[in-house]
């Protein structure tokens, strides 16, 4: 219903559909490729190497003393076909029970991919063996906790493009700004699912920001603390802007269009779902997504650094129309947002896409009476 009542999305959502099917299609039939496939609709080891580390890191069931030397000796145990260490739920179990098919594929790599992998996985699994003992206090310790579990997988990902003879290699300042970008949007959006777990899982947002607002964090989840939830989530959406700029960047540099599109469509949903979250209390009631149609169009129609810039442009737009003047960090936002929207129009390529984050205006149900008719009277035409 919610693709229906947004006509302009219906064609992106259903070639999207299309594309997964051919996808499926071409699974090559070895066996430990086919596991990969299957866990990620394409061959991806990096990432299933660096989803089994950050399960591991994830499962709260696992003590402190078995989960560190673990995640500091993960990049060793991606060369041993016999390794495995069951842990996680759901698929996360399934990747982790079945971990030497990851090992098998990525021991058939070239030599300069598995360097690559290797270094990063050792560096992360490090990082992350910090954090497990520490908790981020400080935008200091927020910055570098983002930098070992997102920012190095842009130096990583730069480093593949690199060693592929694809592309030339990006500056590390650049790789971490594309990693911490998505990672920051992810906290913004995803870990309040904590909130009400506390303090039996960690929360992630650094205490240096949350405590200007509250005393606690669990404090957020009471309605008479929405006005002060709010702004520190706005808070935390101005953070991340910072590196909207390094992004457009980086991106703005790539040579290969598949790599291009790898990288962009991320950074738009990154950037719309800044838009979607700020001011918006209901991250707080909820889950809150980009609708399945407008992630569809963004996945169809970013093709050229003009879609990226446009996109940036106008959800920075929409973020910009949902200022108040009174939240404490409103100045700064304005001025992160004027920047980005400034780098894109200096760019000479923007167009009109009509990106709304709002709902729609037309009745759903208005939609499928009218589509029920269109089915009815082909029905007829094609009985006929």
Not at 97 to 107: P, R
């Amino acid at each position: 219903m919610g693709a229906l009542s947004r006509p302009e999305e219906v064609v992106a959502l259903v070639k999207l559909r299309v594309a997964a099917g051919q996808i499926k299609r071409q699974i090559p039939p070895e066996e430990h490729w086919g596991f990969a496939y299957s866990m990620l609709q394409k061959v991806c080891i990096f990432y299933l190497v660096l989803r089994a580390l950050d399960t591991v890191e994830d499962d709260t069931s696992i003590p402190t003393e078995v989960k560190v030397p673990i995640l500091q000796e993960f990049y060793r145990h991606i060369y041993n076909r016999d390794w495995h260490y069951s842990c996680g739920t759901n698929n996360y179990k399934v990747l982790m029970d079945k971990f030497h098919h990851v090992s098998t594929a990525f021991l058939e790599l070239g030599e300069g991919y598995q360097k690559a992998i290797e270094e990063i996985t050792r560096r992360m699994g490090a990082g992350m063996a910090k954090f497990i003992c520490k908790e981020v206090e400080t935008v200091g310790d927020y910055e570098e906790y983002c930098h070992y579990v997102a920012g190095l997988v842009g130096y990583g990902l730069s480093r593949l493009f690199y060693a592929a003879g694809t592309e030339d290699l990006a500056p590390d300042s650049l790789s971490n700004s594309m990693g911490l970008f998505l990672q920051k949007t992810n906290i913004i959006r995803d870990y309040l699912e904590d909130i009400n777990e506390i303090p039996k899982s960690r929360m992630f947002w650094p205490r240096e920001i949350w405590s200007k607002y509250a005393n606690k964090l669990e404090d957020f989840k009471y309605e008479e603390n929405s006005e002060k939830a709010v702004q520190c989530l706005n808070d935390l959406v101005t953070n991340a802007l910072i590196h909207a700029e390094d992004c457009l960047q980086y991106m703005s540099a790539l040579k290969d269009h598949a790599i291009f599109r790898f990288c962009a469509i991320p950074q738009i949903m990154a950037i719309g779902t800044c838009a979607l979250c700020y001011n918006n209390v209901n991250v707080f009631r909820g889950v809150v997504k980009m609708r399945r149609g407008l992630t569809a169009r963004v996945i169809d129609e970013t093709n050229s650094m003009s879609d990226v810039y446009t996109a940036f442009y106008e959800f920075s737009s929409l973020l910009e129309s949902k200022i108040d003047d009174n939240d404490p960090n409103a100045t700064l936002t304005r001025k992160r947002v004027d920047s980005i929207k400034q780098t894109c129009r200096s760019s000479g390529f923007l167009k009109s896409r009509g990106y709304h984050l709002d709902k729609s205006p037309y009745k759903p149900i208005l939609l499928m009476i009218v589509l029920l008719l269109v089915a009815i009277i082909f029905g007829v035409l094609y009985t006929k």
